[in-house]
């Protein structure tokens, strides 16, 4: 059988627990304060140590509870999830402690940081919420269209033609946001690992890029002008998804530029300081409001009115973007000006300062 940890081993588990833990005798003294519950508290154990709890630690719902545990003649072992100052959410356990008399002679509460799991639960139900409304939505119409043409629409061919084309375009618009919804959940899941990296040749890669949009820009009478030196120094990324942040900003720069005044520009500019790679995706477009422009880069967000909801788009182009930068260690930024301009500016390590 397994002994009980005793003496220094207890000492050296509690030191290195994750947790807070504190432990107070039947008159509410402290009497252990590990470092975790010294960074907790941010008070040192030397100057607790011996000192009365609620005299030490605010009066809150946590000293109130883990004290009335020692006062209760027959207490048993407590855990409840409760609030700390700064938004944070601790889970406390608390336990009585008993002499060989199985008499209480004091308290360990242990508490364990929930924060993050909170966060990360609240992020999680947002998240199904959007996506479950924004397939919602198709599929709503695609319901509406089936169900027309099976009612008698069908024996006419032209609306039979009009009401496929419109479930046709539904479910492409469906599949790319599932598409979308994936790269972002993989992007995101291997930012929290060792990704492959390779020197990746930036001015190759933007041209590559900015081709695609040769030919539309052209029929949209646009200038794309690429002002990127042959001599940039070298990121280390992946090639495929530097060149997915390309295309995404560009097909926005081109995009959003479509109507008001003629002979717009898309410029895609690079240049290097000791550090940065910096790229500058600059439009002459329809431009962000003021009041909308820190939300553009949340999941699914489309500027609320004018040419963004007629054109067709999923609203995870940005936070594909910002989330393959942050994964190499890049930034991006916008400024815009309604009706005038949008400059997205890019920014990535590059191979001379690693
Ligand atoms: N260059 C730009 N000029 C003006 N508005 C822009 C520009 N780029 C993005 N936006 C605004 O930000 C929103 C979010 O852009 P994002 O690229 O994430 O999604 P999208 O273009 O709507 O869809 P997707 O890129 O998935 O096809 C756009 O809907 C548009 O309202
Ligand atoms: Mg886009």
Redesign the pocket.
Known sequence: MARKPTGKISEAIIENLNDAAIGIDKEGKIILFNPQAEALFEKKEEEVQGQKIWDILEISDFTRTFISLVKNSDPTRLEQVLPFPGNRIFLAKMHPVRNSDDRVVGAVAILEDLTTIHKMEKTMNEFVAVVSHELKTPLTSIKGFVETLLEGALSNPEVTRKFLQVINSETNRMT?LVI?LLDLTRIMRENGHQKTSEPINLPEVIKDAANLFGHIAEEKGMHLIITVPDDLPGILADRDKIRQVMI??I???I???SIGKKDHEVEVKAWADESYVHIH?R?T????PDD?IDK??NKF???QKG??TE???????????REILKGYGGTIE?E?VQNEY?I?KLKLPHILKL
């Open positions: 790319r979308s995404n900003l097909d926005n720069a995009k959003y530029s995706v439009d477009g329809i431009g962000i909308e553009i880069f967000y489309r500027v040419l963004a054109l067709g788009g999923t609203g995870l182009g940005l936070s594909i973007t916008v815009s949008s997205f």
